[in-house]
């Protein structure tokens, strides 16, 4: 699905560059934005199984700088290519680079699995142990091993997201995250888009967007780290609320309600 996502966006983004119209372009850029939405699912869940448990938070880190950094390089790259359609070739070819890099990332053990790859499955996994610091796997994981496991977790049962809220426990942990994503993301998307308020040319403020962000995950890796993550997402959250109160009773200067291009 990774590759599926590559080749989708990599297309889409190129046929909104030659676009003849602001419908065709609208067009184009949604479908972009639909094939982009399997990234933040099928990365980090790809990037943690492959990782022993401690370095779980590490590797979610690491995904979140590099989104930092390309926000950053983002600002760079349209102060010097000023042309609108340049620009989404030059932010689009980096996909051409990830399609063939997809060629060398492992597969999920778990997937392969559930398509009764055992003996491919088990390579990885021994692969897989020797990245994190062991000499071969446990002689208790085997092909035999892995196939009755892959056995005893196919059923026939087909669920459905209503499965979701049947059990006690699955729906309160559905509840509660629906309510934190809806919370972030409605949040950081608003902020997002206010961004001009800085006062400063769009190009400064996209890189401060994109620089502003990095101490803050660094800061959060570590308080996760220390605390878990329970108690990383609630003071955060709950600082975010406070400030955000407050901003709506201070006062705006004159600067930033003047435009700088």
């Known amino acids: 699905m990774l590759l599926v996502c590559c080749v989708f966006t990599l297309l889409f983004e190129m046929a909104a560059a030659v676009s003849v119209n602001y419908l065709m372009f609208a067009i184009f850029r949604s479908l972009s934005g639909m094939s982009l939405s399997g990234f933040p699912i099928i990365i980090p869940a ?11 938070t590490l590797a979610g880190f690491l995904g979140n700088v590099w989104g930092c950094i390309g926000i950053m390089l ?20 980096p996909y051409i680079v990830a399609i063939i890099s997809i060629w060398w990332l492992p597969e999920s053990a778990r997937w392969l699995l559930t ?59 559905s509840i509660c995250t629906g309510i934190v994503w809806f919370s ?53 959250m709950l600082i975010t609320g406070f400030s955000l109160g407050i901003n709506v009773i201070i006062p705006v200067c004159e600067f930033l309600q003047t435009p700088h291009v």
């Open 46 to 56: 790809l990037g943690v199984e492959w990782v022993d448990m401690k370095h779980h």
């Open 184 to 236: 972030m993301s409605f949040t950081y998307y608003g902020i997002s888009l206010n961004i001009s308020g800085f006062g400063v040319d769009m190009y400064l403020t996209q890189f401060i967007y994109g620089a502003i962000e990095m101490p803050f995950i660094l800061s959060i890796y570590i308080l996760m780290d220390k605390y878990g993550r329970r108690r990383s997402m609630a003071w955060p």
């Open 74 to 93: 983002l600002s760079l790259v349209a102060y010097l290519i000023r042309d609108w359609r340049w620009l989404l070739v030059a932010v689009t070819c």
């Open 115 to 173: 398509k009764g790859k055992m003996q491919e499955a088990h390579d990885l996994l021994v692969r897989c142990s020797s990245m994190n610091g062991q000499a071969q796997l446990p002689p208790s994981i085997n092909t035999e091993v892995l196939g009755k496991i892959a056995e005893e977790e196919h059923t026939d049962t087909h669920y459905s997201y209503f499965d979701l809220f049947r059990n006690p426990v699955l729906r309160k942990i």
